[in-house]
């Protein structure tokens, strides 16, 4: 057994308990693997970004968190494009937008995604963010609020869990995590082997992945050196106070969350790996515009998990924030 395989089993071991052992999983596949949303590029800084549009009307920006890409939201635009305006983006250096050279830093996907919003010339925008890009979306909404008109989130790598004391306060994922900042071992799991594609996504989706679905989260990743976002995202998890940037991100969403009047959705499922009983009850303490909906069983990685009843969600919080 690799020791990428056997750190990955003991995050998922002590986490993800209904996916331990693969024979747990839903069926092969029930949910479509197709991709047929029109991509467009535009530029953006000294590169080019990536996203899928479909729909008319306001615009409802998706961003996906690491190691995925707009192709995450196929299933999911759909059921918001009948009445909207949907754009699934590839965070640069992720999915078919450009990799230029740089850091992958938080603070250098922020930018890029700023810059993206600013280019594709819109002024009010909805946002839905998962992962990493949840993060983005709020951190986007406290820096615009003028121009953010609502937001929905599900999974999201935010307040509470984040900035964490130590790793020992994440549990058994703390050592994972901290095994990836180190110098060799991390490149070794994320650029050699792939870890986040070959085990990491499929390990936190509660059904198997098919091979088109494989085939499209591998093609942005297939050099060892395109995998360089894959491994700064863990690296900018702040814990112990660093890095320090994000942990400043992260006090200030915290900030936000409690003052904002902004509409709220907040998705989650169970098992879950983000959205504990504990979480739940933070964010309904804590934002007071917050709407929950429970969209069944899911992992990590919601939107191949739940894409038909996140649509669905979404659908119904839209509709009503337009009443």
């Known amino acids: ?41 535009i530029d953006v800084k000294d590169s080019w970004m990536s996203y899928l549009e479909q729909g008319e009307g306001d615009t409802v920006i998706f961003v996906h968190g690491n190691p995925t890409s707009s192709y995450s939201w196929r299933n999911v635009m759909p059921y918001v494009s009948d009445t909207h305006r949907t754009i699934a983006v590839d965070l640069i250096g992720m999915g078919d937008s450009g990799k230029p050279d740089i850091e992958y830093s938080f603070k250098e996907q922020y930018q890029y995604f700023s810059k993206f919003i600013k280019a594709l010339d819109v002024e009010d925008v909805i946002l839905v963010g998962h992962d990493w890009g949840a993060a983005i979306a709020w951190h986007y909404a406290k820096k615009n609020p003028n121009k953010v008109e609502a937001l929905a989130f599900m999974e999201g790598v935010l307040p509470p869990q984040f900035p964490a004391e130590s790793f020992e306060s994440l549990g058994p994922a703390g050592e994972f995590f901290e095994t990836l900042r180190d110098p060799v071992l991390g490149p070794m799991l994320v650029i050699d082997q792939n870890i986040w594609i070959e085990q990491g996504l499929p390990g936190s989706v509660n059904r198997t992945l098919g091979d088109e679905a494989m085939e499209a989260y591998r093609a942005p990743y297939l050099a060892p050196e395109s995998r360089l976002p894959l491994l700064a995202w863990p690296n900018q998890l702040p814990v112990a106070g660093e890095p320090v940037h994000t942990e400043r991100v992260m006090r200030g969403i915290k900030r936000f969350m409690r003052k904002t009047e902004m509409p709220t959705l907040y998705i989650y499922s169970s098992p879950s790996v983000d959205s504990s009983p504990q979480v739940l009850d933070w964010y309904v303490d804590k934002i007071d515009n917050l709407e929950t909906t429970f969209v069944g069983q899911g992992l990590h990685y919601l939107p191949e998990d739940q894409p038909d009843a996140i649509g669905r969600a979404l659908d119904d919080w839209l509709r009503r924030l337009d009443d």
Do not use: F
């Open 1 to 41: 057994m690799t020791l990428a395989r056997t750190l990955l089993l003991t995050l998922i071991g002590s986490t993800l308990p209904l996916v331990a052992q693969s024979e747990t999983k839903l069926p092969l596949p029930v949910i479509s693997e197709v991709h047929n949303i029109e991509q467009h590029t």
